[in-house]
C-alpha cells in the first residue's frame, strides 16, 4: 500500500508542475482540464497520505523524547494520542486507494418500467417516481422527465427522465435492479394481498467524447406526442423515436413542445443506453473478480421488497429492513443508499 502512496504522490508533484505550466494553460486547454481533473481526484490521497507522514513522524519524536526524564510524561501523552491515530489514518487511506467508478460524479437518466401486476405494477411505478421525484428535492437535484407512458389511474407503464446533480449517479446506481411490491390493490374489494414489480435503470449521462455514434447508424421517426387525456395530445408532430439499426435499440422523446430538443434528449438517452452495455461488460469483469452484487444494476435482479401490510421496506442485497415506509416513500432514501454505499466499499475493500 505505501508504495502506490508514494507513486501517487509523485503522479501528484509532476501533475502540480503542469497544470502551473504557462505553456500548457495557454496553449492546449484541453490537456490543462485533463491535468486539472487527474490533479483533483488524487488530492484527497496524497494530503490524507501526507497527514500519515507527519503524524507517524510526531509518534516517532515523541519516543525519543521518552529518554528524556523531564519530558518523559508530556512525551507518554503525545505518543499515545498519535498511536491511536496511525491505524484511524490507514483505514482511511485504504478506502481512499479503491478505484472510483469514473462515473460516479456523472448525471443519470432512469427508466422506470412496470413489470408483472398489470395496474398495479403501473401504479407502483408511479409510486417510484414520486419517490425519485422527492429524493431529488431533498438532495436539490433537478429532475427532467424525458418521456412517459401514462396509464388511466395515474400510473406509468414507463417513465424516463433525466436527473443533474453533484454525485448522482453514485448514490442512485444502488436503485438498478427490480422493486417488489406487497399491498391491497385499491380495486381489490376482498382485501387480498397482491405481489407486482417495477424495474428500474439508472444510467450515466455520457459525453459526446465518450461514446461516438454514426450518424448512418441512426434512424429518426417524428409522431404526435399524445399523453393520458386529449388536452395533451401535440397537434404537431414534435415526438421523436430514435433507433441505432445496429443494436436496435430505440429512444424516445415527447415531453418538450420542439422537435430539437426532443431530438437531443432522445440522443442522450441513446448513447446512455449504448454506454451501459459497455459498462456492464466491464462491471460483470469486475463482479466475476470480486464477486460482489452490491450496485451491480443488474435489472432482472430483485433488490428490494416494499411490503405494505407490515410498513417495511427490505433490501435483499445487505438483508436490511427500514419500517418508515411513508418516510422512505417521501424520498427519504439516505439511510437504505448509504449502507449500500459502505456494503459495497467493505467488499471492494476485502477484494483489493
Not at 424525458?146 to 414507463?158: D, I, V
Not at 411490491?181 to 435503470?201: C, L, M, Y
Not at 443488474?298 to 407490515?310: A, G
Request: proline share 3%; hydrophobic share 35%; glycine share 6%.
Amino acid at each position: 500500500m505505501f508504495q502506490k502512496l508514494e507513486d501517487v504522490e509523485k503522479k501528484y508533484i509532476d501533475l502540480t508542475e503542469k497544470i502551473s505550466d504557462p505553456d500548457i494553460i495557454n496553449n492546449n486547454q484541453n490537456e490543462w482540464k485533463t491535468y486539472m481533473k487527474e490533479h483533483a481526484e488524487i488530492e484527497p490521497i496524497v494530503m490524507k497520505y501526507r497527514e500519515y507522514k507527519k503524524v507517524k513522524k510526531e509518534f516517532e519524536d515523541a519516543k525519543e523524547m521518552m529518554n528524556d526524564p523531564e519530558l518523559k510524561d508530556l512525551a507518554e501523552m503525545e505518543m499515545l494520542e498519535k498511536k491511536d491515530m496511525i491505524p484511524q489514518i490507514e483505514e482511511e487511506l485504504k478506502i481512499l486507494l479503491i478505484p472510483k467508478d469514473p462515473d460516479d460524479e456523472k448525471n443519470v437518466i432512469c427508466e422506470i418500467r412496470a413489470g408483472t401486476g398489470g395496474d398495479e405494477a403501473a401504479l407502483f411505478a408511479g409510486t417510484l417516481f414520486r419517490m425519485y421525484s422527492m429524493y431529488c428535492e431533498r438532495k436539490h437535484w433537478k429532475l427532467e422527465v424525458l418521456n412517459e407512458n401514462e396509464t388511466g389511474l395515474g400510473g406509468y407503464k414507463e417513465i424516463s427522465f433525466m436527473i443533474t446533480g453533484k454525485g448522482a449517479y453514485s448514490r442512485m446506481k444502488f436503485e438498478s435492479g427490480t422493486h417488489r411490491v406487497q399491498r391491497v390493490p385499491d380495486t381489490e374489494s376482498s382485501g387480498r394481498i397482491h405481489t407486482s414489480a417495477a424495474t428500474v435503470a439508472v444510467l450515466p449521462v455520457v459525453e459526446d467524447v465518450e461514446i461516438d455514434i454514426n450518424p448512418a447508424d441512426i434512424k429518426m421517426d417524428v409522431f404526435r406526442a399524445s399523453g393520458a387525456g386529449g388536452q395533451h395530445v401535440n397537434k404537431t408532430s414534435s415526438a421523436v423515436r430514435l433507433t441505432h439499426i445496429p443494436t436496435g435499440l430505440v429512444a424516445e422523446c415527447q415531453t418538450e413542445r420542439s422537435q430539437v430538443q426532443n431530438r437531443e434528449y432522445a440522443m442522450r438517452l441513446l448513447k446512455s443506453r449504448l454506454y451501459e452495455i459497455e459498462k456492464t461488460k466491464r462491471d460483470s469483469e469486475l463482479r466475476d473478480a470480486r464477486k460482489s452484487q452490491v450496485g451491480s444494476g443488474d435489472r432482472s435482479e430483485k433488490i428490494r421488497t416494499y411490503n405494505y401490510p407490515q410498513g417495511r421496506i427490505t433490501d435483499h442485497r445487505i438483508g436490511m429492513s427500514i419500517y418508515q415506509m411513508e418516510d422512505f416513500l417521501n424520498g427519504n432514501l439516505d439511510e437504505m443508499i448509504n449502507n449500500l454505499i459502505a456494503a459495497d466499499r467493505a467488499e471492494r475493500l476485502k477484494n483489493e
